[in-house]
């Protein structure tokens, strides 16, 4: 990640590592679990888009509040942004992304990072164009939350990565076993939602993952 005075200095990995909500789960679980894995993450998002953008800043706020420092929470699909919240980003889908302009973008980009999540090279360069820090791509392998959806892959993650030149997180089916052809094909990060929330051991998921991207970095 490229560190600017925007970013929180912390925040340091040079291959992202990010946690996404898994969709349909209880604050309970999600709070319990995300204050044993934090350590080993870069980000943790809040997506829940079930919930409305209030609820999620509350789901924020109970993270934050069960010891996660603010500079490892995203909230996904909001668009103001008040100058005490203290998350580290927020991240969007294309229908939110539509909602913004470029000066928003800029607004926002002042106090947080800003993220976008997309489907094409098309989609990358526009979201580039309007000024985000980072894209989600996918999905690159089969994954549990697209059935009967195929996958992107890797070489259309390969052409992503040298088109655009905000960082390329890569997300959809990852497991140990693939972050070093992401990282060989230009990804600068990874997401994962099932890997961590459907493990009957978070925090051994999530370290042995950690570990795969620190062996991937020789």
């Not at 600068?188 to 929330?197: E, M, T």
């Amino acid at each position: 990640m490229v560190i600017t005075e925007e970013h929180d200095p912390d925040v340091t990995a040079s291959f992202e590592l990010h946690v996404i909500s898994q969709g349909a789960g209880s604050l309970r679980n999600f709070v319990s679990i995300s204050k044993d894995i934090w350590p080993w993450v870069d980000y943790i998002h809040i997506r829940e888009k079930q919930k409305s953008p209030e609820q999620r800043r509350e789901w924020a706020n109970k993270l934050h509040q069960s010891g996660v420092p603010h500079h490892r929470i995203v909230v996904n699909g909001v668009h103001e942004v008040g100058q005490d919240e203290g998350f580290a980003g927020v991240h969007w889908g294309q229908a939110d992304f539509s909602q913004s302009t470029t000066i928003s973008i800029g607004d926002m980009r002042k106090r947080i990072r800003i993220g976008v999540s997309v489907h094409s090279v098309d989609e990358a360069k526009a979201a580039e164009q309007q000024g985000v820090d980072y894209v989600f791509f996918g999905h690159i392998y089969d994954s549990n939350s697209k059935p009967g959806i195929k996958p992107r892959g890797l070489k259309q993650l390969a052409e992503v990565c040298t088109t655009v030149n905000v960082p390329v997180i890569a997300i959809g089916g990852i497991g140990i076993e693939h972050v070093r052809d992401l990282r060989n094909v230009g990804a600068r990060g990874l997401a994962v939602i099932s890997h961590i929330w459907a493990s009957e051991h978070p925090i051994q998921a999530v370290s042995a993952l950690k570990q795969a991207i620190v062996e991937s970095e020789g």
